[in-house]
C-alpha cells in the first residue's frame, strides 16, 4: 500500500521538526516547507538523507503549491515568540492569515484533512483560570502581542469557516507554552533565555515582580496530542498543554538549581500585554482524546538542558535572527 502523505509548514521550527520526525518514524512521506525567517534547518538536516523527506524552501504567504496526492497538512509555520512578533509583526500576521487560507485552498484541492497550530494567546490576558475552550479570550488587538494574537484568531475563523461552507475536515489545537531540545536560543523565550544565561553566567532576567504564572509541557507530549487530536473526528479547538502551573520567579530558581548556576535573578520591565496567568484545563483533551501529559518538568528540563549544552559556542553567543544565510551557496 502507498504511504499516506503530509505535508508539514514551519518543517525547521522547534514543533515542525518534532512533528517531522513523528511522522517519518510513523511510516508517512513527509513534505516540509518553511520560508526559514526563523527556522533552522539544523532542526531536519539529519531527515534529509531520508527518501521519505522532502523540504521545500516556501513562503506559505504566497501560494502553495504540492504536485501529487496530500492526505494531511499541519499547519506549523509562524513565528512563535514575544521578541519575533515585535521583529517581524507583518510577516506574523501574513503567515497566520494568508499562508492558513492558502493551506486551506490547497486542503479543499487534496481532498487532506487540515490541523492547524492554535495557541492559547487567543484567551490573551484572561479573565478566566485555568482556560477552557469555551472561554472567548481578553486580547488587545493594538498592542504588541496583537499581530500573533489576531492573525491566529483570524486563523481559527477561516479555518472554521473553510470546515462548514466547504466540508474540509479540519482539526484546531491550541498550544500552551511548550519546551524541549530544538528551542530557538536566542528567540527571547523564557526557557531558553533562562538556560541560555546560566551557560554564559550571566544574571536570569525575571520580567515584572515574576509572579506571573505559565505551565510548561514537554514537546513529546504536545506532539503525542497532536497526533491523537489529527486522528480524531473532532474538528472545534482542543487545548493542548500541562496543567503543572508556576510563577516565573519560582521558574528561575528551577532553573538555577538545575544548571547548578552561581547567578542570581535580576527583574526587568515587565513586556506589554503579558499574561498574568496561563494555564490549561485539558478535560476535554482527557475526554475526547484519552490525552494527559506523561513527562514532568524535572524530566523534561534535564534533557532540554542536555541539549542547550551540547549547543557550539558559536551557537550560545549568536544573538542574529535570521540563520537563512549560512545554507546560501555562495
Ligand atoms: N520572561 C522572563 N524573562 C525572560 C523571558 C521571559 O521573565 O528572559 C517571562 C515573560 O515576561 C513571560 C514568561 O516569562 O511572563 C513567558 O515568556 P515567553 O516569552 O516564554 O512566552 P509567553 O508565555 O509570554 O508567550
Known amino acids: 500500500m502507498d504511504k499516506k502523505k503530509v505535508l508539514i509548514t514551519g518543517a525547521a521550527g522547534f514543533l515542525g521538526s518534532h512533528l517531522c520526525d513523528r511522522f517519518i518514524k510513523d511510516g508517512y512521506k513527509v513534505i516540509g516547507m518553511d520560508n526559514l525567517i526563523t527556522g533552522n534547518l539544523a532542526n531536519i538536516e539529519h531527515l534529509f538523507s531520508n527518501e521519505d523527506f ?4 516556501h513562503d506559505v504567504s504566497n501560494y502553495v ?24 509583526p507583518i510577516q506574523t500576521l501574513k503567515v497566520g492569515s494568508l499562508g492558513t487560507h492558502n493551506l486551506l485552498g490547497l486542503a479543499k484541492n487534496k481532498g487532506a484533512r487540515m490541523l492547524i497550530a492554535s495557541t492559547s494567546e487567543v484567551y490573551g490576558d484572561p479573565l478566566i483560570h485555568p482556560q477552557v475552550e469555551e472561554y472567548w479570550g481578553n486580547v488587545n488587538p493594538v498592542g504588541p502581542r496583537g499581530v500573533y494574537d489576531e492573525a491566529k484568531r483570524f486563523q481559527e475563523a477561516i479555518t472554521m469557516a473553510y470546515h462548514r461552507y466547504h466540508g474540509v475536515e479540519t482539526r484546531i489545537v491550541r498550544i500552551f507554552n511548550t519546551y524541549g531540545p530544538r528551542m530557538r536560543l536566542n528567540d527571547g523565550r ?9 551557560l554564559r553566567g550571566e544574571d536570569l532576567t525575571v520580567f515584572g515582580d515574576g509572579t506571573q504564572t505559565r505551565s510548561f509541557c514537554y514537546v513529546d507530549d504536545l506532539i503525542e496530542g497532536i497526533m491523537r487530536l489529527l486522528m ?12 503543572d502551573e508556576l510563577t516565573i520567579g519560582e521558574f528561575a530558581e528551577e532553573i538555577i538549581k538545575l544548571t547548578g548556576t552561581d547567578q542570581k535573578v535580576i527583574y526587568k520591565e515587565l513586556p506589554t500585554d503579558d499574561p498574568t496567568r496561563r494555564r490549561p484545563d485539558t478535560t476535554l483533551a482527557k475526554k475526547i482524546l484519552d490525552w494527559e501529559p506523561k513527562v514532568s518538568r524535572e524530566e523534561g528540563l534535564k534533557i532540554t538542558y542536555e541539549y542547550f549544552k551540547g549547543l557550539s559556542e558559536e551557537e550560545l553567543y549568536k544573538k542574529d535572527h535570521n540563520t537563512f544565510e549560512k545554507y546560501i551557496v555562495k
Request: charged share 10%; proline share 10%.
Open 65 to 88: 503549491y504540492v504536485p501529487g496526492n496530500l492526505d494531511y497538512i499541519l499547519h506549523f509555520a509562524s513565528p512563535a515568540s514575544p521578541i519575533d512578533y515585535l521583529k517581524i
Open 54 to 57: 522532502e523540504f521545500y524552501h
Open 232 to 243: 480524531s473526528d473532532y474538528a472545534e479547538p482542543v487545548n493542548i498543554g500541562n496543567s
Open 190 to 198: 523564557v526557557l531558553p533565555a533562562f538556560i541560555g544565561q546560566a
